[in-house]
């Protein structure tokens, strides 16, 4: 085999180089992708549900749109306002109802007015966990100031993960 010549060298010099181009914006476009992955992964959750939103939606917008004269900007903030008393409104009143609840359930546990009922004698019957369950019911129905001040310090550690959890759920919702 002869030597390539002078033409084939240079040819070759410059596929290479070609390739090594291509090469390097193929892995700068691969690194932009995972970057860009990267950064919007919190955000696929969402993402989807707005495409699904939207897609579902527009009917009722364009025949809202329709009704008010083609103004399409005008039927887009109704949906969406109405899609926020919808959300808003009974979470709100959740929101406050729960408050209210777990108010009313520490205050009657601090003044020790909270009265839990005698447990059926057919929870011993339960498989599994009956007689565990029926057995805790009862001391709970008899002497529940004794077993609150047994899990007092529990408590506290507890109380703080709720309200953590419902802390969580309401900065999500909002």
Known sequence: MNAPTQSEAELEMRLSRKMLDVLIRAGLIFAMV?????????FITFMAWAVILAVTLYPAQQKLARKLGGKQG??????VLCGLLLIVVPTAVLTVSLSDSVHDFFTSVHDNTLRIPAPSPSVADWPLVGDRVYGLWSQLHTDLPAFIQSLKPRLGDL???ALGIVAG???MLL
């Open 34 to 42: 995972v970057l860009c992955y990267l950064i919007f992964a919190p």
């Open 169 to 171: 759920v309401a900065a």
């Open 74 to 79: 005008t039927a887009a903030t109704l949906l």
């Open 159 to 161: 109380a703080g993960k």
